[in-house]
């Protein structure tokens, strides 16, 4: 298995050019996510997803969208991209959420993100 | 106040020392707690999981949860210079906690031979 995998590693972009972050699980999970990190301040969540075809946002959603159209991807939209957003972004999956069962989260590597 | 709250450190030891990383937390509904590693420029990994209050121990790791306190700890024993990473707690289930997983801002730690 080769779990969370993330491409591309490393991106400069442009204030107000867009991109997409991959994301691609192959643990048939069905839960999930998208973090960023900044020096310091931890993860936040930007979005999640229950199940293809299911997402919903969470912490700091603003300037970003996502969609899950299957089980493994779960892609990451950045339009018109700012300074703010200039982070280290990583996916994430687990097989279940929350209550009793153990809510293990599997990271990607991460994708390093500057916008100049 | 903050959900939760970690000291950013850095915490620098000698080797064969023991380690104490701790985090408070405000959400009296959380009920299972994580360590994670995370080394420079990686993704996070779990290090330990814990249901509810008590120890646990796995190795040279132990990671204890007061509930009452709400204050959760990690303890590494002999530590190594492979211990060199950033370490975040975690935590959420539960009624009121939702599914979400709070992490904390993490401790970097430095191990020196």
């Known amino acids: 298995n080769a779990g969370v995998t993330q491409t591309p590693k490393f991106r400069i972009l442009k204030i107000g050019q867009s991109m997409t972050l991959q994301c691609t699980q192959d643990?048939?999970?069905?839960?999930m996510y998208w973090y960023r990190q900044d020096p310091g301040m931890g993860l936040k969540l930007i979005y999640y997803?229950?199940?293809?075809?299911?997402?919903d946002k969470g912490e700091v959603p603003n300037g970003y969208n996502v969609s899950r159209s299957t089980t493994e991807d779960f892609p990451l939209r950045l339009e018109l991209a700012a300074p703010s957003q200039t982070s280290v972004y990583f996916c994430?999956?687990?097989?279940?959420?929350?209550?009793?069962?153990?809510?293990?989260?599997?990271f990607g590597p991460g994708t390093r993100l500057t916008v100049l | 106040q903050k959900e939760v709250e970690q000291d950013p450190g850095p915490l620098s030891v000698p080797e064969g020392a023991i380690v104490s990383l701790n985090c408070t937390y405000s959400?009296?509904?959380?009920?299972?707690f994580m360590w994670y590693r995370q080394y420079s420029r990686k993704g996070p990994e779990l290090l330990m999981y814990?249901?509810?209050?008590g120890n646990k121990e796995d190795g040279r790791f132990t990671a204890q949860v007061d509930k009452s306190s709400k204050y959760i700890s990690l303890f590494i024993r002999d530590s190594q210079p492979s211990d060199s990473a950033t370490y975040l707690c975690?935590?959420?289930?539960?009624?009121?906690?939702?599914?979400?997983?709070?992490f904390g801002a993490g401790t970097r730690l430095f191990v020196k031979a």
């Open positions: 994430a999956s687990s097989r279940t959420s929350g209550g009793i069962s153990t809510d293990t989260q599997y």
């Open positions: 643990m048939n999970h069905n839960y």
């Open positions: 997803s229950v199940g293809a075809g299911i997402t």
């Open positions: 959400n009296s509904a959380f009920q299972y």
């Open positions: 814990t249901y509810s209050s």
């Open positions: 975690a935590m959420g289930g539960g009624v009121g906690g939702g599914f979400k997983t709070i």
